[in-house]
Every structure is written in structure tokens, then in C-alpha cells.
């Protein structure tokens, strides 16, 4: 009985740190891509800008911490029982994700301190990390999560297609298209608001949770 507790409060828990992440995540990106307007020649010049980028920057770091807290509970919530290559993937691919989304929200710092007129060399190096590296890792970690939620029966069918879907999307077109990195949080909101309400597929084990 213990036990069972443990697990519920576990589940409840990243169901909570995926909700917080998604909506830091999902304000800091719209924040970044509003300040930064991804293809502009111009570097923060308006007060308004600056403004909307520090916002950012204060965000994401609380996000990370939320994504860390979501990604531990998922793992511990697996109890072991994951083929090891693939629970390892789940874990090196959030862990990359993290660093990249910190590197990226640095050199969006970086904006902040150069001359409106010189190199936008910051901004592009944020979106860079952003776009091709972070999304690449969330794509993998979807991929990953949807596939360990299929295996176990933890998942509803939906979601695991849901899942699928947006791992290729992060995959194959986040790079090149604006405002494709939403389609991570939004999938996380949804995985986390599948936990909290508790819903299993039909004929799943009494035991298998998200």
C-alpha cells in the first residue's frame, strides 16, 4: 500500500513539473521569438524587446529545473523494468535537451549587450541551438518516452501516435520551420495532463501508469 502511494505521488508529480515546464517553456519561446524575430537583420533595439527577452532568460531556467523534476519522475515511474538502451536514450536525450536550452537562452542573453548596429552573431547562434540542437534532443525524447509508454501500456493509443508525430515533426522540420519548437511543450502538456487525470487504455495492467 506503501508502495502504491509513492507511486501516485511520483505520478503526481511530473505531472505537475510537466505542466509548469510546458507553460515557462511555451511563454519563454514566445517571448525569445518576439524580441528576436527570427530572419531580421536588426539586434534588440527597443526597450520593449529587452524587456520581453530578460523575461525570457528569468523563465527558462525554472523551466529546466521543472523539466528535470518531470523527466526524474517519469523515469523513476518506469521502476526499472525499461530495456536499457532505450531508457538510457530517455535519459541522455533530456539531459542534452537542458544544456542546449540553457546555451541557447545564454546567447540570447548575449543580445542584451551588443550594439544595435553590430553582428547579430548572438541571436543566431540562439536560434541555432535552439532550432537544430535542443529540438533535435526533444525530438528523441518524445520518441523515446512514446515508446516506453507503448511498450508498458501506460499510454492511451492517441497519445502514442500524438507522440510519434511530434518526435518526426521536431525531428525533420523544426530547423526550418518559425514556431515549430511550441510542438514540444504542447506534447508535454498533454503527456502531463494524461498523468494527473490518470487514464489508462483499455486492457491496460491494473499496475501500468504513466
Not at 117 to 145: I, W
Not at 180 to 192: G, N, R
Request: with cysteine.
Amino acid at each position: 500500500m506503501e508502495r502504491k502511494h509513492e507511486r501516485l505521488a511520483t505520478a503526481r508529480a511530473a505531472g505537475i513539473a510537466g505542466v509548469v515546464f510546458a507553460v515557462l517553456t511555451a511563454t519563454a519561446i514566445a517571448l525569445v521569438r518576439t524580441a528576436l524575430p527570427d530572419g531580421a537583420d536588426d539586434t534588440v533595439v527597443d526597450a520593449g524587446q529587452r524587456n520581453a527577452l530578460r523575461t525570457a532568460l528569468e523563465l527558462l531556467p525554472f523551466a529546466g529545473i521543472a523539466f528535470l523534476w518531470f523527466m526524474g519522475a517519469l523515469r523513476e515511474q518506469a521502476d526499472g523494468t525499461e530495456d536499457r538502451f532505450v531508457s538510457t536514450v530517455f535519459l541522455g536525450s533530456g539531459l542534452i535537451f537542458v544544456a542546449t536550452l540553457f546555451g541557447a537562452a545564454a546567447a540570447a542573453g548575449s543580445v542584451l549587450d551588443e550594439d544595435p548596429q553590430g553582428s547579430p552573431f548572438g541571436k543566431e547562434f540562439a536560434y541555432a541551438l535552439l532550432t537544430t540542437y535542443a529540438m533535435r534532443m526533444a525530438a528523441v525524447f518524445v520518441l523515446t518516452t512514446s515508446t516506453i509508454g507503448r511498450r508498458r501500456g501506460s499510454l492511451p493509443r492517441p497519445l502514442v501516435v500524438i507522440g510519434y508525430l511530434a518526435g518526426l515533426t521536431l525531428l525533420v522540420v523544426a530547423a526550418n520551420v518559425p514556431w515549430c519548437e511550441l510542438v514540444f511543450p504542447a506534447w508535454v502538456l498533454l503527456l502531463s495532463l494524461n498523468i494527473l487525470l490518470g487514464r489508462r487504455p483499455a486492457g491496460a495492467p491494473p499496475g501500468a501508469r504513466a
